[in-house]
Nanobody, 122 residues
Framework: QVRLVESGGGLVQAGDSVRLSCAAS????????MGWFRQAPGKEQEFVAS????????KYADSVKGRFAISKNNAENTVNLQMNSLKPEDTAVYYC???????????????RGQGTQVTVSS
């Protein structure tokens, strides 16, 4: 059982930067792909970015490519999402996910955290 706890987020202005962190515990994390998903009010959940814990290969949604960066800290068992040049359309609850099917670059996840709100004002 993998446990995921997100932190970071909050209310920011357009153009600002925010860093989200996901603390992972349980399971053999090197066998998992980790990622971030988001869900805006009234919309379906969408994939944002992912990274393979074992090899650091990354994947991004087109909507965030060049603005967001996913990284991992093996020593601290955390996966981070640096979000730059934020736009109002980035407003959503951001969830951290983990899945064993590492060849699936955009999920779906087997485990998910409780989420953290990011609100970008114009």
């Amino acid at each position: 059982q993998v446990r995921l706890v997100e932190s970071g987020g909050g209310l920011v202005q357009a153009g600002d930067s925010v860093r989200l962190s996901c603390a992972a515990s349980g399971g053999a994390l090197s066998n998992y792909r980790m990622g971030w998903f988001r869900q805006a009010p009234g919309k379906e959940q969408e994939f944002v970015a992912s990274i393979f814990w074992g090899l650091s290969s990354t994947k991004y949604a087109d909507s965030v490519k060049g603005r967001f960066a996913i990284s991992k800290n093996n020593a601290e068992n955390t996966v981070n999402l640096q979000m730059n040049s934020l736009k109002p359309e980035d407003t959503a609850v951001y969830y951290c996910g983990a899945w064993r099917a590492t060849w699936n670059l955009a999920g779906p996840y087997d485990y998910r955290g409780q989420g953290t709100q990011v609100t970008v004002s114009s």
